[in-house]
């Protein structure tokens, strides 16, 4: 079935990196741009990031434009997200996304990770 | 970057209701709007999609409509299983926003 799968969450100091990542599988993972949404403890859900089909477009929430990178390795089906100089403001579950059609932009998000927890804190 | 405005942020209604909840865009969206329900511990799923296209396998008791600025979502006759968060989402602009979400509980 389609499924997608984050790992990587953990307990982190400020100041340091993480790297989450997602793995695809029953679909065509190459075909579709892959998204990352976080939810704060308490707090509603944030968009951060967003991949297109083949990597070559990127796009970033202004919250954390410059210390978070996504990434994504077509040949085996998994996303990234590597998140520098982490502060307590971005403890939260991180979800990956799959965009609803392949290849097609400006769509809904319909296959969603069960999220992988990320706590900063010293 | 586009702001979404959700109301109200909570809500409390009894299984049977029939509940509206609205979300209005900063500027034109078109049609670029998705609805998000999220309950504790689980991932969001997609109901609505496109303003008023429904997701493969949700409940016809839901339903969308709007398109600009303004958008609503509906749910005819309100379930046990359907006490959740509600987000709006729009995907008109590649920086994707979310409402501030709409707490359902129970009456």
């Known amino acids: 079935q389609v499924q997608l799968v984050e790992s990587g969450g953990g307990v982190v100091q400020p100041g340091r990196s993480l790297r989450l990542s997602c793995a695809g599988s029953?679909?065509?993972?190459?075909?579709?741009?892959m998204h990352w949404v976080r939810q704060a403890p308490g707090k509603g859900l944030e968009w951060v990031a967003v991949?297109?089909?083949?990597?070559?477009?990127?796009y970033y929430a202004d919250s954390v434009k410059g210390r978070i990178s996504i990434s994504r390795d077509n040949s085996n089906n998994t996303l990234f997200l590597q998140m520098n100089s982490l502060r307590a403001e971005d403890t939260a579950v991180y979800y990956c996304?799959?965009?609803?059609?392949?290849?097609?932009?400006?769509?809904?998000?319909?296959?969603w990770g069960q999220g992988t927890m990320v706590t900063v804190s010293s | 970057d586009i702001q979404m405005t959700q109301s109200p942020s909570s809500l409390s209604a009894s299984v049977g209701d029939r509940v509206t909840i609205s979300c209005r865009a900063s500027?034109?969206?078109?049609?670029?709007l998705n609805w998000y329900q999220k309950k504790p511990g689980k991932a969001p799923k997609l109901l609505i999609y496109?303003?008023?296209s429904l997701q493969s396998g949700v409940p016809s008791r839901f339903s969308g409509s709007g398109s600009g600025t303004d958008f609503t979502l509906t749910i005819s006759s309100l379930q046990p299983e359907d006490f959740a968060t509600y987000y709006c989402?729009?995907?008109?602009?590649?920086?994707?926003?979310f409402g501030q979400g709409t707490k359902l509980e129970i009456k």
């Open positions: 996304a799959r965009e609803r059609r392949e290849l097609l932009p400006h769509d809904a998000f319909d296959v």
């Open positions: 029953g679909f065509t993972f190459s075909s579709y741009a």
């Open positions: 991949i297109s089909y083949d990597g070559g477009h990127k």
């Open positions: 500027e034109s969206i078109a049609a670029y």
């Open positions: 496109a303003a008023s």
């Open positions: 989402q729009q995907s008109y602009s590649t920086l994707r926003t």
